[in-house]
């Protein structure tokens, strides 16, 4: 949490209990946005420009920015049609600049500063600021990308797209080739503008390595091209602010997740908060909280049972060693109700990149031996397995005994429950969780689990299990402490200077 210091060389620290909310409303993003405009523009009045930026920025923010790099082999004007047809934005090319240029016989070797210059002007204009842009063939080098982020014209992502080696082979092997790729358009290509793309390739990949995305186009349509890349424009490049995994491990008993959880919080030093333990815990203590637990550990009324449980969940996680470190979650949620519940959190989980809910999935069968199986030293409380015991029994000479939870008809009812809530679970969920296979190995299993983690998922629609009420505007009433509207002082104060921006 601490990125920097003060003027006497003091540490600055985020409080974690401030970190929940800076997450949700991406203040973090927004003010490194801020110093990143200020020093490019560098303006007279400081305090009016960041006014006005805010201001902008609160309009602005979320309207997609994009470069389109492609081998000449690929119809790049059809893929940004896609994204105009989908999105309204609005394709820009080479021509499009040129044309606006009001040095004409400046020289095209050089003309990277004239291209930037224009698209700044074209941008502040102010008619690009509603539906957004994708600059299609430009820029081609890195002196160009240069020259557009000095005058601060910053993508939000650049798509790079590439195409498979054999088409790459037969364009170079041919002057004249064709690419045909279903609803691709074909187009001509020689093989000096190819040999020019790839040198100026690594050029533009460095100059934006912060916002690439590669996409392989495989055997896919344009169509299905272009709906894949819309998809990725909604999911933000993290720009470097504090963030921790929040894991939710999703699965029935035999399933692994106790293990995985254990093995998480080893690996990327998470506090593993098992959901039995903390709910245990805090019945055995006398305060308010562990009353109600105890009061309502066999009431029938299942719903304000489950509202209590979230609340000491939500208490839990909000502790400064889970705000600080991070943690990954067991044993719960175990019905939809408990997913609506979480998320209703101050962390909720279709809100947070850095939040994972992953489902383990395991065969009853493979469930049932892992249990059945399982014996317990009654002395030292060492688990171990049926099958694979017999030379620790012979080495320590010791009685193992079966745990009262592993009974038969426990596990079986227990393991019944589970799967005739998990499928309503994951119909609530829809996209936003992970699904792996817990039948593997167990090293298998773990790898499936720390590839989710680093993946970035997109939430095509965020869950709202008890949206807000509406206000009546007629119901609201006027009150005297009030801020008043400033508004009225326009006719007084003198007008402020109008920043223009990109």
Known sequence: MCDFVDAIKRPLFIPPRFVAYLEKHKIYELFQELAKQLIIDQPEDHILYMKQCLEHAVRKRDIPRIILLAPPIFDKMALAQIFQKELGLQPI???????????????????????????????????????????????????????????????????????????????????????????????NINNEEMRTYKQNLRGLRDAYANFLIEIEIGIRSIEELGNDCIALTKIKKHSGAPSLFRIALI????????????????????????????????????????????????????????????????????????????????????????FKLLDMIDTPPNKYKTFRIIFVQVSEEIRKERLLNRRYNIITGSKHNLITCDDYKKKCDCELGVHPNDYVNVVTEQIREYDNNVEEMLEYAGESVFIIDGNADERSVRESVEGCLMQSKMYSKLREPQPFSKIDLRDVEFD?????????????MPPEFKYSFI
């Open 93 to 187: 090319t080479v021509k499009d600049l040129r044309e606006k240029m009001i040095n004409k016989n400046v020289c095209l070797c050089d003309e990277s500063e004239d291209l930037a210059m224009n698209m700044k002007k074209l941008l502040k204009s102010g008619t690009l600021h509603s539906s957004g842009w994708i600059l299609v063939d430009v820029p081609r080098t890195k002196k160009e990308a240069r020259a557009f982020q000095r005058l601060g014209i910053i993508p939000t992502h650049v798509f790079q797209i590439i195409m498979s080696n054999d088409l790459g082979e037969i364009s170079e092997k041919n002057s004249n080739c064709q690419f045909d790729n279903n609803n691709i358009h074909s187009i």
């Open 251 to 338: 699965g029935s008993r035999g399933s692994g997740c106790y293990t995985l959880a254990k093995y998480l919080a080893k690996r990327f030093n998470l506090i593993h908060v098992d959901f039995n333990y903390i709910m245990k815990q805090a019945r055995l203590q006398e305060t308010p909280m562990g009353e109600v637990l105890r009061l309502f550990e066999h009431n029938c009324n299942q719903k304000l049972k489950a509202r209590i449980q979230v609340i000491d969940v939500n208490n839990y996680i909000k502790k400064p060693e889970c705000l600080n470190k991070g943690w990954v979650l067991t044993n719960y949620p175990v019905t939809v109700e408990d």
């Open 480 to 492: 005297p402490d009030d801020e008043p509207d400033i508004s009225i002082f326009d006719t007084i």
